[in-house]
């Protein structure tokens, strides 16, 4: 098997989630860093035209988009397993938590976490918004669960995790929350986890 190549940033959610997958599948890979300036080269936008990372390289196969990646990678690596289970009724529910990254947690805790720590050109009180409906609704939905969709890990949970768990940096506390706080620590307990390098909390800049 080719060596993987991963295109992304060490900061970012998205590539975070494909990385984490890739080190609990033991799939090796190459991380090529790819900032904002080289994304817009032409180079890049031959893999992706939309400029966004992550990018992942299997051969001769260029896949775009994080979940998509993440449904590639369990469908040809590890099919059948508990990353994305076979069943009708498990797959739908790990659907509904990959759609739920892209949508809430995209815009909620990620958007305020890019508007605080980037100055992306975002609505940071409708991300806030969006946080504070959706993050007591995934508390809830936790309770007496160990993991998001099925009763072991699966790709629906490492979509929500990097960002979810990165949410104070977003200015977004997770104390209110001990079912999301219990959860993510079982994702970190996972063998092949690495956490993102983390980033200031909003007014810590200049503490002692």
């Known amino acids: 098997m080719e060596t993987l190549q991963l ?3 060490r900061q970012s959610g998205h590539c975070h989630r494909v990385a984490l997958l890739l080190r609990m599948l033991n799939l090796p890979y190459d991380f090529i860093d790819a900032p904002a ?9 031959r893999l992706n035209p939309f400029g966004q990372v992550p990018v992942l ?14 449904v590639y990678l369990v469908k040809r690596y590890a099919p059948g397993s508990h990353w994305l289970p076979e069943d009708p009724s498990s797959a739908a529910r790990v659907q509904v938590w990959l759609s ?19 100055s992306a050109p975002e609505d940071y009180p409708s991300a806030l918004a969006i946080g504070g409906r ?7 939905h936790l309770s007496g669960r160990d993991f ?29 929350y001990p079912s999301i706080r219990r959860w993510a620590a079982r994702i970190a307990a996972l063998p092949g986890f690495f956490a993102m390098p983390p980033l200031p909390l909003p007014g810590s800049v200049g503490r002692e």
């Open 57 to 70: 390289l299997d051969g001769k196969r260029i896949l775009t988009d994080s979940n998509a990646i993440m």
């Open 100 to 118: 739920r990254a892209a949508g809430e947690v995209r815009y909620g805790p990620a958007s305020c976490r890019m508007v605080t720590q980037f």
């Open 7 to 9: 295109y992304g940033t």
């Open 148 to 176: 998001l969709a099925t009763g072991r890990p699966t790709i629906g949970d490492l979509a929500c995790y990097s960002y979810v768990a990165a949410a104070p940096e977003g200015g977004i506390s997770l104390a209110p």
């Open 134 to 140: 959706f993050l007591p609704q995934m508390e809830q």
């Open 37 to 45: 300036g080289v994304r817009q080269a032409e180079d890049f936008r």
